[in-house]
């Protein structure tokens, strides 16, 4: 059956041949296909990186942003039409590493998005570099003696910041990845899915068999719902748990605070400004 | 010997931060615009929340003046670093009010604020004692004094109301008794109907009427009033306001806020700005339409945080990497503080360009009273269209200006990318759409020429001597240029910065002499004409210490090169 996700000539993708990001793509299509959103209604916002190119590949409307700066618009686009549907894709690079900080505050305003990180180790667009979350000990083109600093652990950062849906998955497992997706879409709030992804031209040590070899499924009975027993899971290091690792509809989304919708729920772009209210103002200063 | 002062009086009110000086002059500037007096006020202050010395100039006139004076004709210190701190403004003919046993000043008049607040129940209430002091100088109606303070502090419980208006009483009573000054100000019903405004609420009720309802902000002195009393203003014009992580998140959430559909309003001053730069190239790319105030102060770097200068024009003219269109506008009055913020909405709306508010620590932070705005002509225009299926968000439009939609209206796909793009928005390498996409943007600006605001000339059209000024400057330059008295001096003043007007090279052509007028040290604007026109301007008027100009300052300037 047809996906409207997808496009209906072939496109150009820029990815090299084998790389794990295809089957992130292949999952996306799945999960945005399964849940039958409206098309025009779905907004994906990147920044840049190799990851950063998958709003190209998908047939929706995208703004795809600087380096690094993918959440502040993602965050932005939704509290000024709620009704959209907004997923931010990006690398480790680009949302650990340069967008670090709008990382850190968008999981405080809890904005109703959707995150999925391409989480292959490296830097890819720029050529084999270390990314925040290289395992120490890989030599690259700028860490000759290898890398000696602590890997960033998203799922641990997140968790402790009380995102509300932190989930990990590979995606050498195309069916969970995109069922994982599917959850991380309908979750109300700020929603992070880190995919573990193996880069073929420039990671020879966190291979498809690495991954394939260093995590694990957490087992059926797994409860995500406790903070501090997901914590625990979370520093888990390989092997590494795959699965949604924490969950829970405590907090509230950032729009749904927002006080300019609580009462009118009409976004921004259909509303009117009263002149009236601006004359009666003014005349106040007199 | 008795002081007669007619028509302009300056009154320096100076303390310690935290002394109250603000509460002082709320309660003076309306009340004397009230009672008809034409009201000027403008505040220096260092950058700390407590000590130093700041200082607050209110000048009362029979006509309206809204320039900056270096005259003091009374001085009220609060505590003693005053004196020191404004030293080379007493002269002789400054009249010292204040506690005699506190301020080392030797011909001080003692009138003891604290102890007859202390009177009344608490030295907390001396600010309200010395605006009552000085309303009894200029003879206002005790009465209406009481009233105007009782109403100032509504929302306080009943004793503090009456001990406030007791402290009234006493301070005008001292006032009125004084003998030692003798102040003849013409009131005028006409300015009991003025508006009131500072310079940032002149921006932040453009904003407002400009159809903003996003703002983003990162707290900086000294454009944070602007954020400040947009939030306030919030929840009762429905506006989205967020106080992001820093200004990198700032710049890039604006841009998704217009992206959605919403009109989004971005504050900040030079440093915080610097951090925006590649936000603004990607506005240029993706053409965005984007407003963002920047409240000038001295820099480099952390600079002189609290003071002013005119000296991030070329920041802002070529912040960015690459080539784009954009739109430079610098008030210089209270309207055109207002109506330069709400057509910037619109400009930016229209044109899809970044639309730049450049204003400063002085324009923001002085106060006077202005007649009405005409708000009949203006709206909110949006600018957008619902999409078609095949909608293409870069169509090779022949001005230049493809038609702006948003995701989520129309059944269309509305794709930005930061990339060179096709007409639909898909990244491409292919040099011929390269240079049409270039050329596109580049025909924007002669779209925008449609919509320049020509510079305003003050004073006879057939002018030998032409003073230039942008932005700020203005009042003074142009009360300066009229007290000189001269005929063959005209003030041409521009609000619209760039593009360049076209009329620019017309207005210089006709005078024998170009004399500049910026508060930066590089006459930063003069380049810009030069570059635009030709036109070099060799008689420049420059002040940098952080300070504005002042009146008297500019009358002694142009006087050396006439």
Redesign the interface.
Known sequence: MENVFDFENNIDIAWCPGCGDFSIRKALLGALKELNLPKEKVVLVSGIGQAAKMPQYINTSFFNGLHGRGLPPATAIKASNPELTVIAVGGDGDMYGEGGNHFLHATRRNPDITLFVHENMVYGLTKGQAAPTTRPGMKTPVQVSGVFEKPLNPIALAISLDVTFVARVFCGDIEQTKKIMKEAVLHKGFALVDIFQPCVSFNKINTFKWFKDNSYNLPDGYDPSDRASAFNKSLEEEPFPLGIIYRSSHRTAFEENLEIYKTDKTPLFKREIDMRKVEAELKTKI | MIKNISDDLVIVLAGEAGQGLQAIESILSSLLKRSGYNFFSTSEFMSRVRGGTNSTEIRVSSKSAAGFMDRIDILIPLHNGAIQHLKKRITESTIVIGEKDKINYGKIIDIQFTKMAAETGSAIFSNTVAAGFICGLLKIDIKECENFILEHFRGKNEDIKIKNAEAVRKGHAAGISLKDININIKKSDDV??????SGA?SVV?GA????C??V?GYPMSPSTSVLEKLAV????????V?Q???E???V??????W??????LVTTSGGGFALMT??IS?CGM?ESPLVLHLAQRPGPATGLPTRTEQGDLNLVLYAGHGEFPRIILAPGTLEEGFTLSQKAFNLSAEYQVPVFILTDQFFVDSSYNTP??N?VK???E?H?VETEKDYKRFSLAQNGISPRG??????????????EHDEA???TEDSDMRIKMVNKRHKKFDSIKSAVIPPKLYGNADYKTLVVCWGSTINIVAEAVEALGKKEIAVLHFSWIYPLPDETGGYLKKAGKIIIVENNSSAQFAQLIKLSTGYSIDNKILKYNGFPFSVEEIIKEIKQFI
């Open positions: 009991k109907q003025h508006l009131l405004l609420d009720l407002i009427a400009g159809g309802n996003y983003c203003y919030s929840q009762k014009f429905d506006i989205i967020e992001v992580e820093d990198v998140g700032v890039n959430m604006a841009l998704g806020a992206y959605a559909g919403a009109r989004a590649e936000g990607l993706i009405q705005f708000t203006i709206s909110s949006k957008i948003i995701p989520g209206y129309g059944n269309g796909k509305v794709c930005a990318d930061s990339d928005g898909y990244i």
